[in-house]
């Protein structure tokens, strides 16, 4: 399998610029989450989907944020306006159901730079 | 509410020394409790997790946790470590369908 696969690896920016960072799942897995992680604050959960639907997004930051699964290989997070706080690796990962059990598979990350 | 309480930010260990990465965690209900390595630039893998049964669990390279109800704690170990084990050390639990995580221990290895 390929695993968990982001694009683009690598992102800088300009503050203000709008930013879209994008997430292909492990086939046949119906759950998908996204994760930022910073120095400061560590590992902190966004948003997760259950079968495409968003189920909790109480971690997404602000207004700013926003995601999507539009179907079950294939989501988006976007940022709009972007800042320079925003700096940090996001990861998306995925698991076969949405049950507390269940190991997360982690991609390899989106490492955004907002000057 | 859940948490998980990582108390060392760093542990250094000279190679084939024994290492242990403490984890407390806390819930109000039953939990699985889950160890992730991020190796240098890469995303989260597993290492090992509790779920049920035997209170020792146990890695293909040579780590194992145990899981201590009383306690509330899930300290992971390994007799003898090598260079390749320099990586950050994610506890995480899991109570309900959101995992969380605490804030990593970074180990690193002494030649």
């Known amino acids: 399998d390929a695993g968990v696969i982001q694009s683009p690896r690598h992102e800088v920016t300009e503050m203000g610029q709008e930013v879209t960072l994008r997430c292909k799942p492990i086939?046949?897995?119906?759950?998908l989450f996204w994760y930022r992680q910073t120095m400061m604050r560590g590992l902190e959960l966004l948003i997760y989907?259950?079968?495409?639907?968003?189920?909790?997004d109480s971690g997404m930051p602000e207004d700013r944020f926003s995601a999507k699964m539009p179907n079950a290989s294939f989501s988006t997070l976007k940022i709009q306006p972007s800042e320079p706080r925003d700096s940090a690796v996001y990861f998306c990962?995925?698991?076969?159901?949405?049950?507390?059990?269940?190991?997360?598979?982690f991609g390899p990350g989106t490492r955004l730079l907002v000057l | 509410a859940q948490s998980v309480t990582q108390l060392d930010s760093q542990v250094p260990v000279f190679e084939e020394a024994p290492v242990e990465l403490r984890c407390n965690y806390s819930?109000?209900?039953?939990?699985?409790l889950f160890w992730y390595v991020q190796y240098p630039n890469q995303g989260l893998q597993l290492l090992l997790k509790?779920?049920?049964?035997?209170?020792l669990v146990e890695s293909i390279n040579g780590f194992e946790a145990e899981f201590n109800k009383s306690q509330t704690s899930f300290h992971l170990r390994k007799p003898s470590v090598h260079i390749s084990d320099t990586a950050e050390y994610f506890c995480?639990?899991?109570?309900?369908?959101?995992?969380?995580f605490g804030t990593g221990t970074r180990l690193t290895i002494i030649p």
């Open positions: 086939s046949g897995h119906n759950s």
């Open positions: 990962a995925s698991s076969r159901q949405g049950q507390a059990r269940e190991t997360q598979y």
């Open positions: 995480a639990v899991s109570g309900n369908e959101k995992l969380t």
């Open positions: 819930s109000s209900v039953s939990v699985y």
């Open positions: 509790y779920l049920s049964g035997s209170t």
């Open positions: 989907f259950n079968n495409n639907v968003p189920i909790d």
